[in-house]
């Protein structure tokens, strides 16, 4: 199976920071895929945060922009997600998601909840 794998999530308290990784598979671990981060917070829409641009770039939500950045490693086929300064409404599942050749991959999610 094509599937990502997320890490790194946790409870943690508003203002404090967390680093998610995203271990993608070789065979789908290309510079002309799509790669970003995904959130989902409770009974709400899955609402892309951070992203790749097809420029070499990466974009941002404006509701993370200024706290969150997104890496990747290629050495090791992993896409990080640096959260800082968090806030209890980022609270919810972060996805990988990686788009190639017209196929979407996601991964399970890992949890992050923001609260003091």
């Known amino acids: 199976q094509v599937q990502l794998v997320e890490s790194g999530g946790g409870l943690v308290q508003p203002g404090g920071s967390l680093r998610l990784s995203c271990v993608v598979p070789g065979s789908i671990f290309s510079r002309h895929a799509f790669m970003g981060w995904y959130h989902e917070a409770l009974g709400e829409d899955r609402e892309l945060v951070a992203a790749f641009t097809r420029g070499g770039g990466t974009t941002y939500a404006a509701s993370v922009q200024g706290r969150f950045t997104i890496s990747k490693d290629t050495s090791t086929m992993t896409i990080y997600l640096q959260m800082n300064s968090l806030k209890p409404e980022d609270t919810g599942v972060y996805y990988c998601?990686?788009?190639?050749?017209?196929?979407?991959?996601w991964g399970r999610g890992t949890q992050v909840t923001v609260s003091s």
């Open positions: 998601n990686v788009q190639y050749w017209g196929s979407f991959y």
